[in-house]
């Protein structure tokens, strides 16, 4: 199946549609400048959303996230949209700063229930360093705070994908290569989605994008 053009999704009125983009581990924000320009194209207001994956812990980074969107002096709640290590960023950010108005909120490959694959990187010699503070309370599958009340999140999960999640025995199939769907689960969430996707390709292809925007207007995937 072929990509998707701006075609081939309704245009949305730029009026209050705002979205924060979050990028995951090792990355910056410049890994999602293919998705807000595809969304930009759809009339939403995309903002990027930097931190420092392995320096600082991923509660330290929910509280930069806060200040980030206080900063932005909205008029309305906004979006939010995340890949991997992103998610847990935000989800922390929702359950530790409630005051945040955050209306929908989508996660792409993100490690919930903790990452086998970054547990197995740990274990190699020099594994730890390069995890950095992203391990304890995120990775490892611990200190994820609740779903707060009032706000949709959906999850859309690869299941296809070549990586160390590949050929790792401890890792459940199906996965994107990094993630496994089941590692994406999370209890309170609206609704969740897989598709034939390896992880990067969540944000780097455009076949992710019909069910964002959809799950932003509706609150739902299908």
Do not use: C
């Amino acid at each position: 199946m072929g990509e998707l053009t701006k075609n081939d999704i309704a245009p949305h009125p730029a009026s209050t549609q705002d979205i924060v983009l979050l990028h995951g581990l090792w990355l910056g924000s410049w890994i999602m400048r293919p998705l807000r320009r595809r969304l930009e194209a759809l009339g939403f207001r995309v903002f990027l959303f930097d931190y420092s994956s392995r320096k600082q812990t991923v509660q330290a980074n929910a509280a930069r996230l806060a200040r980030f969107i206080v900063g932005l002096n909205l008029t309305g709640p906004v979006h939010l949209v995340t890949h991997s290590l992103g998610g847990l960023v935000a989800l922390n950010m929702l359950s530790i700063h409630p005051q945040i108005s955050v209306s929908r909120f989508v996660a792409l490959g993100p490690p919930f229930a903790g990452s086998r694959v970054a547990q197995w990187f740990a274990g190699l010699p020099g594994g730890r360093e390069l995890l950095g503070l992203s391990l304890t309370g995120a990775l490892q599958g611990d200190g994820l705070g609740a779903v707060p009340a009032g706000v949709d999140i959906g999850v859309i999960a690869g299941n296809e994908g070549f990586g160390p999640a590949t050929f790792l025995p401890s890792v459940d199939r199906p996965n994107d290569g990094t993630v496994a769907v089941s590692e994406t689960a999370l209890q309170g969430i609206s609704a969740r989605i897989e598709l034939p996707l390896s992880h990067m390709g969540l944000i780097l292809r455009s076949r992710a994008l019909p069910p964002v925007t959809k799950f932003l207007d509706t609150g739902q995937f299908e």
